[in-house]
């Protein structure tokens, strides 16, 4: 199992009030009630990132892919995707360009534990992550994000 993967079993095992998630400002801005899509074909990864981000205030969902990512933005606005690099099918990059050229109004996070970040940026990404990602570094890109877009 990867580094990340064990952090992520870990951590999920031991969300409770003792939890470091739960030791960070869970809150977001007040008033705003952010949408996320979580994109990773890794079940565990995403799990893990759907729980962070309901543990800090946002509603979030999930997809495993681009493709399953393509179909559920067309059926709901998201003000944010978190997506990976390296997944079958279509990659994290060729995600972030369709979403940029479809929706320019929704802000693209990356994360990846290659480095990828100037593959992402040319697809329009607003933030590159290095995986295994620091969720508080997570949380504070996804308030920026937030700000940008008001």
């Known amino acids: 199992m990867e580094f990340f993967e064990l952090n992520a079993m870990n951590a999920m095992n031991s969300i409770n009030s003792t939890n470091p998630i739960n030791s960070m400002n869970p809150k977001p801005f007040v008033g705003i009630k952010m949408m996320i899509l979580v994109v990773d074909d890794d079940k565990l990864v995403r799990d893990f990132l759907l729980t962070a981000m309901r543990t800090f205030g946002w509603?979030?969902?999930?997809?495993?892919?681009?493709?399953?990512?393509?179909?559920?933005?067309?059926?709901?606005?998201?003000e944010l995707v978190i997506t990976d690099g390296e997944m079958p099918g279509m990659t994290g990059q060729e995600l972030t360009r369709t979403i940029k050229e479809t929706y320019?109004?929704?802000?693209?996070?990356?994360?990846?534990?290659?480095?990828l970040e100037q593959e992402f940026k040319a697809a329009g990404a607003d933030k590159f992550l290095r995986k295994p990602v620091n969720l508080e570094e997570l949380r504070l890109a996804i308030d920026q994000s937030s700000r940008a877009e008001r």
Do not use: H, M, N, R
Not at 59 to 78: C, R, S, V, W
Not at 104 to 115: E, K
């Open 59 to 78: 509603q979030a969902e999930g997809a495993e892919d681009g493709f399953e990512a393509l179909k559920i933005l067309k059926e709901k606005q998201y």
């Open 104 to 115: 320019p109004q929704t802000c693209v996070i990356a994360l990846s534990a290659l480095d």
